[in-house]
């Protein structure tokens, strides 16, 4: 579409993702994947209406089916969640009367399983015995405190030094929405983040506050931090293709096995919504049917 084209649909779709980001906190991916489905929908919509506001919910589940054949299910929910959230921020600023994405259908995709590690495999996971390397103490201290605590991947690089309460033992995180939570930090993380907090000095630059660190004296990025756990997972002798968010998903569905409280688990992941965490209770039956198969004598082959 040309800029030109675009004339009408965009000051709409530039307000709202202004709202996303300066009222709701929203990250720069979720901010780009809003713009990039929404952006779609006015290239492929643009000869039907010269507005959003002329879009009826008939064009709109039309445009749907026509990209069922280029789009994943999972896609085509994304895109229609989209527009559902878009045309909700005008009808609350009375700009529009109805939503014309409010019913929008999809086709229902497969809710993947998060993977996680089991408890022997994150131990070999964390038993890191390099205490003459630097960047192993660092790398050590982050995934201890991504399995500790279940922080997300972007919580953990944006982490700094003063959200850290050493007399308390918990960090303060600010998660999806800018939302704060207070979570607690296990033994062995507090002393892997001892060990590093001794030799991050050398490492201070133009981010003092930083909690963690990289070799070029700069907060560590999302991607460092994704290559370094493929690193050690290697390194350690892990066969999958281990990510930090496998390290959250590790503490959720360990946490829930030993304690079996949802709604605690939802609160320590900064869930909105308890549907969201009760993936991991079929991670959890997964164990126990796996448990029963093998223990059980009507159970087994």
């Known amino acids: 579409m040309t800029k030109t084209e675009l004339a009408d649909f965009q000051p709409w779709l530039s307000q709202f993702l202004a709202y996303l980001q300066f009222e709701r906190g929203y990250s720069k991916q979720t901010l780009a994947s809003y713009q990039q489905q929404l952006s779609a929908v006015a290239s492929q919509l643009q000869s039907q209406a010269s507005h ?20 994943k299910p999972r896609s085509l929910a994304l895109r229609a969640a989209a527009l559902r959230s878009f045309y909700r921020y005008f009808v ?15 086709p229902k995709s497969a809710r993947p399983l998060p993977k996680n590690l089991d408890v022997d495999q994150m131990n070999r996971l964390l038993d890191i015995q390099e205490p003459d390397d630097d960047l192993a103490c660092r790398d ?8 500790s605590s ?19 033992q918990q960090i303060r995180v600010r998660g ?15 002393q892997a983040l001892q060990r590093w907090l001794a030799l991050r000095p050398a490492f201070v630059g133009p981010e003092p506050d930083a909690l963690f660190l ?12 994704r290559s370094r756990v493929k690193l050690w ?8 293709n281990v990510h930090p968010h496998m390290l959250r998903h590790s503490f959720a569905s360990h946490m829930l096995e030993s304690s079996g409280d949802l709604r605690a688990v939802q609160e320590l992941l900064g869930h909105a919504n308890l549907s969201t965490t009760q993936v991991y209770t079929h991670l959890d039956f997964q164990h126990l049917a796996k448990v029963y198969d093998a223990a059980h004598p009507r159970a087994k082959k």
């Open 52 to 71: 959003w506001r002329y879009l009826s919910q008939q064009q709109l589940q039309q445009h749907l089916l026509s990209c069922r054949t280029s789009l």
């Open 92 to 106: 609350a600023l009375k700009q529009l009367q109805d939503n014309p994405a409010a019913y929008l259908k999809v």
């Open 140 to 147: 050590q201290a982050m995934m201890e405190l991504f399995y």
């Open 150 to 168: 279940g922080l997300r991947l972007e919580e953990l690089v944006n982490a700094n030094l003063q959200d850290i309460s050493f007399s308390e």
């Open 176 to 190: 999806k929405g800018n939302k704060e939570r207070i979570l607690p930090i296990g033994r062995l993380a507090m």
């Open 214 to 225: 990289s070799r070029q004296k700069s907060r560590i990025s999302a991607r460092h931090v």
């Open 233 to 240: 997972a290697a390194r350690q002798g892990l066969e999958q």
